[in-house]
């Protein structure tokens, strides 16, 4: 265990100013130990401090447990005791101002535990999470050196500000909900149009990912970013952990075991939060988007691939909250077995009955469907319907736990065949992946995994067709 003694202060004038790697493992680990009554030395602390070092913008994804908040809140002490210019400014963003705020007041008891390096600091506030300090100069008619850091939520920081640099972390984790998409969407716009623009030096992130598209996924995309994503099981094979000092490769499976898969999967091995609850992963549906597809408008003239292939459609009705969509596939023949292919896709936000239902008895004359199922849980086409205004291919379903997981578990297995192929269309897109294994999904300004219903009514209609009145292919 390191120690501040003597010898190592004398390395302190030369080392930990311009080390960042010295700093934490001389001085800070030292705080640790003072603080938290242990310090776990591990092997990784070299590259992640050489990243945010050397670097001026950075992201990590890296697994709950392994440091990667403890080395930010090392970094900014590091900051303040370089001091590198008259007034520092730093911002520190979580999710929510009580996060960032929790490791700020970190920072603070960490700075206050190491007297040998901050004994001459003087604390400017009594806030227990704003950072402001003083480093006194030696001459008495000088004023010294400032460092201000402020914490602050996502959602609320003070925009115009300009600081040295920008913290990032854990900006996409509510400890509270799971974010929707729509949220996640909007944290990404704010970071992009506002945040990066602020700091003049350096920005810095750290998290775990909610999505496959969401900041910390699209930051990896980006060439000015030294982005790295670490994995608790670094050889599962071989049983190699990433961190082996404190969490060895059988205590990782310890856990594992005790948390479940999909916990481990998303605090451990970094799996997007979506991705391991979707009922369709994004990896899965990307493979099954087939961008040759044309989403054929319904004033087209639609001219069916084979002689012998048959439409069906599905529509979920939304609530004036909530769109409605209808789905269309070709079900073609191909060696023998069913295929579909998406023709169509249409969200209808906002519209009335009436404009709907006119839009169904188009879109069934135009793609010839065969069947549509539609959702008919509360009855909104039922004055329709006993008017016999209703085209005769359209049938209703009411959603029950038994009919929707019944359904849901016709879509597991043609996409697990392969049976199927989606128009590349985002909005969809983000809605059927929305769904959760409970068949849930967050309401958005874009829906409520309508798209995911509307599917599971195209594909009850297209497996089965027997009783819908049309040939098998």
Avoid at 9 to 20: D, G, H, P, V, W
Avoid at 262 to 274: G, I, L, N, T, Y
Avoid at 300 to 305: E, F, L, N, Q, R
């Amino acid at each position: 265990m390191p120690s501040l003694n003597q010898s190592e202060n004398e390395l302190s004038e030369k080392y930990l100013k311009n080390s960042f790697f010295h700093f934490f493992f001389y001085a800070f680990s030292v705080a640790i130990k003072r603080t938290e009554g242990v310090y776990h030395f591990t092997s990784h602390l070299t590259e992640l401090c050489q990243r945010v070092q050397f670097y001026s913008r950075t992201s990590t994804i890296a697994p709950r447990f392994h440091l990667k908040s403890t080395i930010i809140e090392a970094y900014v002490l590091w900051k303040i005791y370089r001091m590198e210019f008259r007034f520092n400014e730093f911002l520190y963003i979580s999710y929510t101002g009580d996060a960032s705020g929790y490791h700020t007041k970190k920072i603070k008891r960490y700075l206050q535990s190491l007297p040998e390096l901050f004994g001459d600091y003087k604390d400017l506030t009594d806030s227990a999470t704003i950072i402001h300090y003083q480093r006194p100069d030696p001459n008495p008619y000088v004023e010294g050196r400032f460092f201000y850091c402020e914490p602050t939520g996502i959602m609320n920081f003070k925009r115009g500000q300009h600081p040295h640099e920008v913290i990032c972390d854990d900006i996409l984790r509510d400890p509270e909900v799971k974010l929707d998409l729509s949220q996640l969407n909007k944290i990404t716009r704010v970071f992009f149009e506002e945040i990066e623009q602020m700091p003049k030096i350096a920005i810095h992130c750290v998290g775990t990912p909610q999505d496959d598209e969401d900041l910390l996924s699209q930051l990896e995309t980006k060439t000015d970013y030294n982005t790295k994503r670490y994995d608790a099981v670094v050889d599962e094979a071989n049983k190699i952990a990433w961190w082996p000092e404190l969490f060895p490769f059988d205590e990782l499976m310890r856990r594992k075991e005790r948390i479940g898969d999909k916990a481990f999967m998303k605090e451990f091995r970094c799996k997007p939060v979506r991705g391991v609850e979707g009922y369709i992963s994004h990896e899965v549906y990307l493979a099954l988007v087939n961008s040759e597809l044309k989403n054929i408008p319904i004033t087209a003239t639609y001219t069916p691939s084979q002689k012998r292939s048959v439409t069906v459609g599905g529509f979920d009705i939304g609530k004036k909250t909530h769109p409605s969509h209808l789905t269309i596939f070709e079900i073609t023949n191909v060696n023998g077995k069913d295929h579909a292919q998406q023709i169509h896709s249409k969200f209808m936000d906002g519209w009335d009955y009436i404009n709907q239902i006119a839009y169904l008895k188009d879109a069934v004359r135009v793609f010839g469907i065969k069947s549509l199922h539609y959702d008919d849980t509360r009855a909104e086409f039922e004055s329709t319907k006993e008017r016999r205004e209703l085209p005769r291919q359209m049938s209703g379903v009411a959603f029950t736990s038994k009919t929707k997981f019944g359904m849901a578990q016709e879509i597991d297995k043609v996409i697990s065949n392969k049976d199927i192929e989606f128009l590349v269309d985002d909005r969809q897109k983000r809605q059927i992946l929305s769904v959760d294994c409970n068949l849930k999904a967050p309401e958005t300004q874009e829906g409520h995994g309508d798209a995911f219903f509307s599917l599971c009514l195209a594909v009850d209609a297209w497996k089965n067709r027997k009783v819908s009145g049309f040939d098998v292919l």
